[in-house]
C-alpha cells in the first residue's frame, strides 16, 4: 500500500486531503493525453521518471492506474501501487503505429533506467533482416548481432516468431540461400558440390552447386531487396485472389494458408529503422583487445576499467542538456548514466557547459566520496579538453584551499575525441594522436563518445519540450 493510505484496490476511502488533490490534479492531466498509441511516463514529483509503459491508446492505458474501483494491487502487483502513489506528472510521447510505441519504450527503458520498469532492462535486443551484400551470393538472415559492414538491414522487428515464418515463405519467392556457406564465384569445386533439399524443392537456387550465375542470383536479391521497400502490393494482391479462388471453390484449408502468408507479409512492416530506432549494444565489438592497446597507446601505469564519456546536446541553444556515459570492462554500464539539465550556462558555450557537467559530477570524487574512473572522454577538440582540466584545476584549488589534502586523482586521465578527423587529444599534448579507421581503440573511444552524443541528444530531439531528465546534482 503508499503513502496515501489505500484499501486493498489502491484507493479506498480516502480522508486524506493531499491525496485526493494529487488524484485530482493528475487525473485532470489524463483528460489531454491523446487516444492513439504511444509510450507514456508516470513521473515523481521532482520530474525523474518512475516507470515507462506503451499502449494502443494512450488515454485508456493512463487512466486504469487511476481508477477509484480499480484492484492495482491484484492485477499488477504491490510495487505498481507503491508507484502510483508517487506519481505526480503524467507524460507521453505519441507515435504513429503500436510498433514504433513497443520499440521507442523498449529503448527508452533501457537509457533511462526507471525503477519501477523490471522488463527491457536487460541487454536484450530487437532482430534484424540482414543481407550479406558484401559476398558474391548474398545470404539473408535473422540476426540480433549484425556485421560491422557490407550488409543491409531490415529492422529491429517486434515479433522475431512471425518473421522467422515470413522468411520461410519469402525464400518460396525469391529462392534466396540461407545458409551459412562461404561461396566464391571463381572456385571450381562447386560444379562438384551436391546442394541441400532447398534447391530440390525450389526454394533456393543453389549458388553452392553453380546451379546458378552471380549476375543471376544477384538480380534475385535486388528484387527481394525492392519487395521490402516497396508495399508489397503486387505480391499481396495475387495471395489474396489466390485466397478467394480457393474459398469460392470451397478449399477452406488452402485458403486458411493463403490467408496466414498475407498477414505474415503485412506483419513486415512491424518494424522499425536501425537509424531511428537505434540499439548501439547490438553493434559493439569485443573490446578485449582495445582496452589493452588503449593502455599501451596512452602510456597508462595501471589496466583501463572504468571510462566515462562526455557530451553536451544543444537544441537550439535552449534545453541545454549534459550527459555521461560509463563503460565499465569496454561495455555501457547503463546504471551509471547521467544527464545534467544546464543550469549556469546561457546561451550556446559548450566549454562552459563541458566545465559545468565536470565540476557537478566529479566534485564528490575530490572529497573522495566516489571513485575515479580511469579514463574520461571529451566529445570534442583540445578546447573542450583544455575546458575539462581547467574546471578540474579550478576545483582542486578550491579544495586544497578548504584545507583538503590528497585530492587529485592518482591515475585519471582525460582526453577528448574530435569529429571529423577523429583526431584523440591527450593532456599535455597539442598534437592529436591519429589512429587508423579500423585500430580497436579508436573504435571503442568511437563508441564510448558516440554514446554520450546519443544519451545526449537523441531522445532529447524526440521528446522535444518534453521534460524527463534524470538531472544529476
Not at 523498449?106 to 551484400?133: C, G, H, Q, S, V
Request: proline share 5%.
Amino acid at each position: 500500500m503508499h503513502g496515501g493510505g489505500t484499501g486493498a484496490s489502491g484507493y479506498g476511502d480516502m480522508t486524506d486531503h493531499g491525496e485526493k488533490d494529487r488524484l485530482a490534479r493528475i487525473r485532470q492531466q489524463i483528460k489531454n493525453v491523446p487516444a492513439g498509441p504511444g509510450v507514456y511516463f508516470l513521473k515523481g514529483g521532482d520530474d525523474v521518471v518512475l516507470y515507462i509503459g506503451k499502449a494502443k491508446s494512450l488515454r485508456s492505458r493512463v487512466s486504469s492506474y487511476f481508477q477509484p474501483g480499480s484492484d492495482l494491487a491484484a492485477s499488477r502487483g504491490p510495487k505498481i501501487v507503491e508507484m502510483v502513489g508517487k506519481v505526480e506528472i503524467v507524460d507521453y510521447l505519441e507515435t504513429e503505429t503500436e510498433v514504433d510505441a513497443m520499440l521507442k519504450e523498449a529503448r527508452l527503458i533501457k537509457d533511462i533506467r526507471p525503477p519501477y520498469n523490471t522488463d527491457l532492462t536487460d541487454d536484450k535486443t530487437f532482430p534484424y533482416l540482414e543481407i550479406t551484400m558484401r559476398e558474391d551470393f548474398p545470404g539473408v538472415y535473422i540476426t540480433r548481432k549484425p556485421q560491422p559492414k557490407g550488409t543491409r538491414l531490415f529492422g529491429p522487428f517486434a515479433n522475431v516468431k512471425d518473421l522467422r515464418a515470413v522468411l520461410v515463405e519469402l525464400q518460396k519467392i525469391f529462392r534466396f540461400r540461407t545458409c551459412t556457406l562461404e561461396i566464391d564465384e571463381g572456385d571450381p569445386k562447386r560444379r562438384f558440390f551436391r546442394p541441400c533439399l532447398l534447391y530440390s524443392i525450389k526454394q533456393c537456387t543453389a549458388p553452392c552447386g553453380a546451379r546458378v550465375e552471380k549476375a543471376d542470383y544477384r538480380k534475385q536479391i535486388q528484387d527481394f531487396l525492392r519487395f521490402l521497400r516497396s508495399k508489397r502490393a503486387t505480391v499481396l494482391r495475387w495471395l489474396r485472389q489466390q485466397m478467394e479462388e480457393a474459398s469460392k471453390n470451397l478449399e477452406f484449408e488452402r485458403a486458411a494458408i493463403f490467408r496466414d502468408r498475407i498477414r505474415l507479409i503485412e506483419g513486415l512492416d512491424a518494424r522499425g529503422t536501425p537509424s531511428e530506432h537505434v540499439q548501439p549494444e547490438v553493434f559493439a565489438a569485443d573490446p578485449s583487445e582495445a582496452l589493452v592497446k588503449l593502455r599501451e597507446v596512452l602510456q597508462l601505469p595501471h589496466p583501463v576499467r572504468i571510462i566515462e564519456g562526455i557530451d553536451i546536446a544543444n537544441i537550439s541553444g535552449a534545453e541545454a542538456v549534459g550527459s555521461l556515459v560509463k563503460f565499465i570492462d569496454g561495455r555501457p554500464f547503463k546504471s551509471g548514466y547521467r544527464r545534467f539539465k544546464i543550469k549556469t550556462v546561457h546561451g550556446i558555450d559548450d566549454y562552459a557547459m563541458i566545465a559545468e557537467v565536470v565540476r557537478r559530477r566529479y566534485k564528490y570524487a575530490l572529497r573522495g566520496e566516489e571513485l575515479w574512473p580511469d579514463l574520461i572522454l571529451i566529445d570534442g577538440g583540445l578546447g573542450h579538453l583544455h575546458a575539462a582540466e581547467a574546471a578540474f584545476s579550478a576545483m582542486m584549488v578550491e579544495m586544497h584551499a578548504a584545507g583538503a589534502v590528497d585530492v587529485e586523482p592518482a591515475h585519471t586521465r582525460i582526453i577528448s575525441l574530435a569529429k571529423r578527423e577523429e583526431d584523440i587529444y591527450t593532456q599535455g599534448s597539442s598534437q592529436p594522436l591519429k589512429l587508423p579507421a579500423h585500430s580497436p581503440v579508436r573504435k571503442l573511444l568511437q563508441y564510448v563518445r558516440d554514446e554520450a552524443h546519443r544519451f545526449a541528444q537523441h531522445y532529447h530531439h524526440i521528446l522535444r519540450t518534453k521534460k524527463m531528465l534524470n538531472e544529476g546534482t
